[in-house]
């Protein structure tokens, strides 16, 4: 069975990029097999693979065209070269444009949707990479996905961000009900400033169980590794970030 998650939050910074691209990367490195769909047109998930060079048709067009399949590349996942592999949905540009079109068209907020459902079958986990806004693109990931992950900044103006989300998945609900939040993602933490311990005490009295017991903490090899067009297993010196990507992705794979 397919689980489809959506990586969304409202508020751009947070690490959605960074959080898909890892924990896909862990998953597959756990023997998932893995589908990265890059859903902003900034195409920061499709660079983070290296595969911004590769782009020939993007995700813009299948959004658009029904009859036009998704484009899926390849991307190695593992240390030196060696490991299993993903898959990967580019985005471009483009995608903005796109965004504008799909408003007349029929359907437009399941377009995502029956695109992924005609794949589904080849993948345990497919990760969908989301805009900074509650624009169309976001509405058909929301629609498309059974599981949220809300990656959040442990810092007071963040918690908006996260509030702002969970009313939207709410109104997501009338056309997805069985939409759920499989957990909120405490990124970029640094334990040594007293604000960020302060609000991610905060966040776990307030949201409990939904809050994953993993935490992803901040560390400059994870901008590095994206910057470079690599996992961080693949990345010299990013193996603390890599160990704790792994033990987020078990616990997604716990949670499902």
Known sequence: MTTIIAVANQKGGVGKTTTTANV???????????????????????????????????????????????????????????GL?????????PLASAESALVSKLGRELRLRDQLF????????????????????????????????????ARFFSLQGLQM??????????????????????????????????????VRQRWGDLVFDAEVGTNSKILEAGSAGS????????EKAAAAYLELAREVIRRV
Not at 172 to 184: A, D, Q, R, T
Not at 231 to 238: E, H, P
């Open 24 to 82: 896909g990367a862990s998953l597959a490195r756990l023997g998932q097999r893995v589908l990265l769909v890059d859903l902003d047109p900034q195409g920061n998930l499709t660079a983070a693979f290296g595969l911004d060079q590769k782009v020939e048709t993007t995700i813009a067009q299948a959004l658009l065209d029904r009859d036009c399949p998704l484009p899926i590349l390849q991307a190695e996942n593992g240390e030196n070269g060696h």
């Open 85 to 93: 592999s993903i898959e990967v949905v580019p985005a471009s540009i």
């Open 118 to 153: 005609s794949v589904a079958d080849r993948y345990n986990f497919i990760l969908i990479d989301t805009p900074p806004s509650l624009g169309l693109l976001t509405i058909n990931a929301l629609v498309a996905a059974s599981r949220v992950i809300i990656p959040t900044e």
């Open 165 to 202: 989300l969970e009313e939207s998945i709410a109104e997501v609900l009338y056309l997805n009900p069985s939409l759920k939040i499989l957990g909120i993602l405490l990124s970029k933490y640094d334990r040594r400033l007293r604000e960020e311990r302060a609000v991610a005490g905060f």
């Open 231 to 238: 996992s961080v297993f693949r990345y010299g010196g990013a």
